[in-house]
């Protein structure tokens, strides 16, 4: 796996944090604790000592946090049963969610989130902005679906496993040698339970890396599927194309958003 020190670096580094996940990481990492009160403040505790651990171990000279907006999203406009079967926010966590953004906003951080987009989509058009400007980025989270956005200048960091960083090399080891540009395609044709992808059944992980080194993208899969050898496989593909090429749109986070901040 591919490490890199953040330091010493002679581009500004932007650090986006993905908050929702910083939200739920830290809600289940400290179970019970409470105030004097009885009231849950788990959550927040733990995104606290995260974000001080995040500033003081990597001093980032530019940071944002991006938040889900509640409701639906331009997704769920394609698909309509797009996480149909996630359950809703735990009551104890949403109580937490307000203290959690004020203390974002008394501590002077950015944060962004747009109505009908999820918090992936800000960090990947705040992520191209950023390159424009000619800033590096540091996407902190520990969603899978973000790999699509690693290139030479944006790194996926992950401080709940040691600091550990994906370059390019990163995210190509981990995928058996397939880039970030084929991330998408690797995970549209494993789909998502949690989130209700559909994806192509029987295809997991490691399927999914095979066909990609053997034909180099979904198009060529569909094209040549007679030339794979498990019938299992070849009739998913021809049954489920609908589904697959649906989940290639689902799992795309490349649409850009008009983005105003909350706090600047």
């Not at 009885?38 to 980032?60: C, H, S, W």
């Not at 999203?73 to 359950?87: I, L, N, W």
């Not at 960083?165 to 549209?188: H, N, R, S, T, W």
Request: charged content about 30%.
């Amino acid at each position: 796996m591919s490490m890199t020190s953040p330091r010493g670096s002679r581009r500004e580094r932007l650090f986006l944090v993905d908050g929702n996940s910083f939200c739920y990481r830290a809600f289940y990492a400290i179970p019970g604790l409470t105030n004097s009160r009885g009231e849950p403040t788990n959550a927040i505790y733990g995104f606290v000592t995260m974000m001080r651990k995040l500033l003081e171990d990597q001093r980032p000279e530019l940071l944002a946090v991006c938040f889900d907006p509640k409701g639906k999203t331009f997704r769920h406009e394609q698909y309509k049963d797009y996480k149909a079967h996630r359950k809703p926010m735990p009551p104890e966590l949403v109580s937490q969610i307000e203290p959690i953004r004020e203390f974002c906003r008394l501590s002077r951080f950015s944060m962004f989130e747009k109505q009908g987009f999820e918090a992936d989509d800000v960090i990947g058009t705040l992520a191209a902005r950023a390159q424009e400007r000619g800033n590096d980025v540091w996407i902190v989270t520990g969603d899978k679906d973000a790999f699509q956005l690693v290139n030479d200048r944006v790194k996926i960091f992950q401080p709940h496993k040691n600091n550990l960083v994906y370059d390019v090399e990163g995210v190509q080891k981990k995928f058996a040698g397939l880039g970030p540009d084929k991330i998408v395609e690797i995970l549209a044709l494993m789909g998502d339970a949690s989130d209700n992808i559909p994806g192509v059944p029987g295809i997991g992980e490691k399927t999914a890396i095979k066909l990609m080194q053997r034909f180099g993208s979904v198009e060529n899969i569909l094209k040549n599927s007679r030339e794979i050898s498990s019938e299992k496989i070849r009739n998913a593909l021809k049954e489920n194309e609908a589904d697959l090429r649906l989940s290639l749109v689902l799992y795309a986070e490349g649409r850009p958003c008009r983005l105003a901040p909350r706090c600047a």
